[in-house]
């Protein structure tokens, strides 16, 4: 690289463990940890980006639970990203458990927000419920 120093680029995990949590969640779940355990520094584990288009893949798919599985793992992962928690609470109000997708919503308020999105479906479950 004429000299220069360089970074490898690390691989994307979500390529890695895509075909597993398509197939079994949780084989997939342990698939991820084995992965951090083992190769840390060959994936890209940094980047909450990876895990959430997992989570909306599976979501898409009709995976209700698999999505909330993979959705609590990114929350896991990374506790201080409010667009997680929005992504939990849409998981968990398309699987109509309106008690924790409200939980999740504001939880993504308390770490700064999500442009107001959370708000929106926080007002959009309370009309659901009547509360």
């Known amino acids: 690289m004429l000299g220069k120093e360089y970074e490898i680029p690390k691989k994307s995990i979500y390529q890695a463990i895509r ?3 398509l197939n079994d969640v949780n084989k997939g779940v342990q698939t991820y940890y084995l992965l951090k355990e083992n190769s ?3 994936y890209s584990f940094e980047n909450p980006g990876e895990l959430n ?8 798919l009709g995976k209700i639970n698999e999505s909330i599985t993979v959705f609590k793992l990114a929350t ?4 201080k ?4 928690f929005d ?3 849409e998981a968990y109000l398309n699987g109509k458990q309106y ?3 409200l939980e999740s919503y504001k939880k993504a308020i308390s770490l700064g927000g999500t442009n107001g999105n959370a708000e929106k479906m926080i007002e959009k479950i309370e ?3 009547g509360k």
């Open 53 to 60: 288009k997992l989570g909306y893949e599976l979501l898409r």
């Open 19 to 21: 075909k597993e949590f």
């Open 87 to 89: 992504s939990l609470g």
């Open 40 to 42: 840390k520094n060959e």
């Open 76 to 79: 896991n992962e990374f506790p």
């Open 99 to 101: 008690d924790s997708a």
């Open 127 to 129: 009309k659901i419920t």
């Open 81 to 84: 990203d409010a667009n997680l």
